[in-house]
C-alpha cells in the first residue's frame, strides 16, 4: 500500500462497533469496583508465580489482540500481584490508599488526554485551582506559585532549584555553578529522606554538601547543632543557602520544630524548605495541625496528595512563596513554544515555566475530584483517624510482653519489634512471613542498629482489625522462628502461614 492508498482507508484506533466496546468498557469498570469493594477478603500481597513472571518476557506483539483477551490477561496475571497498597492490611513504607472517586476521575482524564505543559484550556484552570487550594491550606500569599510532579522526590528537587537560583542570581542557570565562584551547603537533619541527598547530587551541588544535622531524642533536627554547623560552613568560605525541615519523618513519622526552623531561616537569610511529603496534609486535622505548626512561614513545601491525601499515584506537589522566583529558575523561551495574547498559545505563563516537565499529565483531576467529593473536612477527619488507629497499635505493642515498642506513634508511623534473641533476624523474618502469608504488609527499619517492624498507616481503610490481624499473626510468627532457631534452624526459613 502506497502513502495515498494508506491515508485513504480512513484507519484509526477507534473501534469499529463502539456497541461492543461500551459494553467491554462498563465489564471492566464493574470489574474494578468489584475489586475495590471486595479487597479485604484478598491477600494484601502474594509472590509472583514464576510462571506469571514469564508472561512478562514476551517478544513484541506485532499482531493485534482482542480487547477482551487483553483484559482476561490483565485480571489473571496483573491485578492479584500488585503491591497491595488498596488493601487495609497495607502499612509499609508510605503509600497512600486511594479511593474509587480517584479512580473514576484518572478514567476521565484518561478520555480527555489532555496535556498540561502549557496553553489556554481549563484542566490548567483545574491545576490552578489546586494551587490556590493548596496556597489556603498552607496560608501562603496570592503570589505563591505551584506544580503537580510525580512525587515528593521531584518536589524536593525543583525546591532544591529554585532555592539555588534565588541564592546564586539567574545568571547561574547559563553561566553554571563554578562560575558563581561560591559553594553552596545545604542542612536537613540525619532522619531526613533520601531523595534530598539525591536532589543535591542531581542539582550539581554535591551531595556531600549537604549537612545531615543530629537529632534530639524525638529524632528532631537539633537546632543548636544545625546553628554550629551553619557557623562552622561561613568560617570555612562556604555559602550556606538552604535549611530542609522534615514533616514526617519517613523512618517513625517525626516532625521538626518547623516553627523553630522558621526562625532560625530567617535570622540566617536561608531558604526554609519543608519536606512535607505525608506529614503537610496534618494541616488539615484540626487536631493534628499544630504538629506541623511554623509550614505556613516555608518559602517552599513539597508534599504528596498520593498519600495521606489518599489520591492514586501519582500526585506530588511543590507549592513555592514566590511565583516570581519560581519562574525564574525555569522558564525558557523557544520559538515552538512561542505565547499569545489570544487562542489557544495564550494563557501564559504555563505549568511548564515552573518546573522541567513539558509534557504533563492530568494529575489535577483527581485531585480535584478527591478535594471536592470528600471535602477536606473529611480528609482531614481521615488523616486523624490513620494517627488514632497507629496509636492503637502502640498500646497493644504497649500491652503484649512479647514485643517491644522502639518508636511511639507520633504521627501515624509505629515500629516495634518482636522480642527475641538473634531478633534482626527474626524480625526481618517475621516481616517477610507476613508479606508471603498475605496477611498484612508493614515494612522494616534500623533504629539504633536494629531491625524493627514498620507500620505506616496511611490507608483511610485500615482498622484496628487489621492491626489485630498483623499482631496475632506477628507473635505466631515469632513464636514459630524462635522455637526453630533454638533447636538449632535458620530464622529466615519460611514458617507456616496461618489463614487470615
Ligand atoms: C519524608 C519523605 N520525603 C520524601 C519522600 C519521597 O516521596 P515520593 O515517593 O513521593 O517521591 C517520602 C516517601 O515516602 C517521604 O516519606
Given amino acids: 500500500m502506497d502513502g495515498s492508498e494508506r491515508a485513504a482507508t480512513g484507519e484509526t484506533l477507534d473501534p469499529a462497533d463502539w456497541s461492543e466496546l461500551r459494553a467491554q468498557a462498563h465489564g471492566m469498570l464493574d470489574g474494578m469496583l468489584d475489586y475495590v469493594e471486595q479487597i479485604r477478603a484478598r491477600p494484601v500481597w502474594q509472590p509472583i508465580?514464576?510462571?506469571?513472571?514469564?508472561?512478562?518476557?514476551?517478544?513484541?506483539?506485532?499482531?493485534?489482540?482482542?480487547?477482551?483477551?487483553?483484559?482476561?490477561?490483565?485480571?489473571?496475571?496483573?491485578?492479584?500481584?500488585?503491591?497491595?497498597?488498596?488493601?487495609?492490611?497495607?502499612?509499609?513504607?508510605?503509600?497512600?490508599?486511594?479511593?474509587?472517586?480517584?479512580?473514576?476521575?484518572?478514567?476521565?482524564?484518561?478520555?480527555?488526554?489532555?496535556?498540561?505543559?502549557?496553553?489556554?484550556?481549563?484542566?490548567?484552570?483545574?491545576?490552578?485551582?489546586?494551587?490556590?487550594?493548596?496556597?489556603?491550606m498552607f496560608g501562603f500569599p496570592a503570589g505563591a506559585s505551584g506544580l503537580f510532579v510525580t512525587g515528593t522526590s521531584m518536589a524536593n528537587f525543583i525546591a532544591v532549584i529554585v532555592a539555588r537560583t534565588a541564592a546564586l542570581g539567574i545568571t547561574v542557570r547559563a553561566s553554571g555553578l563554578a562560575a558563581s565562584g561560591k559553594r553552596l551547603t545545604a542542612y536537613a537533619s540525619a532522619a531526613a529522606h533520601g531523595c534530598i541527598r539525591q536532589a543535591?547530587?542531581?542539582?550539581?551541588?554535591?551531595?556531600?554538601?549537604?549537612?545531615?544535622?543530629?537529632?534530639?531524642?524525638?529524632?528532631?533536627?537539633?537546632?543548636?547543632?544545625?546553628?554550629?554547623?551553619?557557623?562552622?560552613?561561613?568560617?570555612?568560605?562556604?555559602?550556606?543557602?538552604?535549611?530542609?525541615?522534615?514533616?514526617?519523618?519517613?523512618?517513625?513519622?517525626?516532625?521538626?520544630?518547623?516553627?523553630?526552623?522558621a526562625t532560625l531561616c530567617r535570622r540566617e537569610q536561608l531558604w526554609f524548605h519543608v519536606d512535607g511529603a505525608y506529614g503537610a496534609l496534618a494541616v488539615l486535622a484540626p487536631d493534628l495541625a499544630p504538629s506541623v505548626h511554623g509550614i505556613q512561614e516555608a518559602d517552599s513545601i513539597a508534599f504528596d496528595f498520593h498519600k495521606w491525601g489518599q489520591v492514586p499515584y501519582d500526585a506530588g506537589f511543590v507549592l513555592i512563596r514566590d511565583s516570581n522566583l519560581h519562574r525564574a529558575a525555569f522558564a525558557s523561551q523557544t520559538a515552538y513554544l512561542r505565547r499569545e495574547t489570544r487562542g489557544l498559545a495564550a494563557g501564559s505563563p504555563w505549568p511548564c515555566d515552573y518546573g522541567p516537565d513539558l509534557s504533563r499529565g492530568f494529575r489535577a483531576l483527581k485531585t480535584w475530584f478527591t478535594i471536592k467529593v470528600y471535602g477536606a473536612q473529611r480528609l482531614g477527619a481521615v488523616i486523624s483517624r490513620t494517627c488514632a488507629v497507629a496509636r492503637y497499635l502502640e498500646g497493644r505493642v504497649r500491652a503484649e510482653p512479647r514485643l517491644e515498642l522502639l518508636a511511639p506513634a507520633q504521627l501515624n508511623i509505629v515500629c516495634f519489634r518482636y522480642r527475641c534473641p538473634d531478633a534482626n533476624a527474626i524480625n526481618a523474618a517475621i516481616v517477610a512471613d507476613l508479606h508471603e502469608s498475605g496477611i498484612a504488609a508493614p515494612s522494616t527499619t534500623m533504629i539504633n542498629g536494629q531491625v524493627v517492624i514498620r507500620a505506616a498507616i496511611v490507608n483511610h481503610r485500615t482498622q484496628p482489625c487489621d492491626i489485630d490481624a498483623m499482631l496475632e499473626a506477628t507473635l505466631r510468627f515469632g513464636d514459630a522462628a524462635s522455637t526453630k532457631t533454638r533447636e538449632g534452624g535458620s530464622a529466615t526459613t519460611k514458617t507456616e502461614a496461618p489463614s487470615r
Fill in 49 to 136: 508465580p514464576a510462571a506469571v513472571r514469564a508472561r512478562f518476557r514476551s517478544d513484541l506483539p506485532t499482531q493485534a489482540t482482542e480487547l477482551a483477551t487483553v483484559y482476561r490477561e490483565f485480571t489473571e496475571n496483573i491485578l492479584p500481584y500488585t503491591t497491595g497498597n488498596v488493601h487495609p492490611g497495607f502499612m509499609g513504607w508510605v503509600h497512600g490508599g486511594g479511593s474509587v472517586v480517584g479512580m473514576l476521575a484518572e478514567m476521565l482524564a484518561g478520555g480527555l488526554n489532555a496535556n498540561l505543559g502549557g496553553r489556554d484550556h481549563v484542566p490548567i484552570e483545574v491545576e490552578r485551582q489546586i494551587v490556590a487550594w493548596a496556597r489556603q
Fill in 200 to 261: 543535591m547530587d542531581l542539582s550539581g551541588l554535591g551531595s556531600d554538601m549537604l549537612r545531615m544535622i543530629a537529632t534530639d531524642g524525638r529524632h528532631r533536627m537539633d537546632l543548636d547543632a544545625l546553628r554550629d554547623a551553619i557557623a562552622t560552613d561561613r568560617r570555612a568560605g562556604l555559602t550556606p543557602f538552604i535549611v530542609i525541615g522534615t514533616a514526617g519523618t519517613v523512618g517513625i513519622g517525626a516532625v521538626d520544630d518547623l516553627a523553630g526552623l
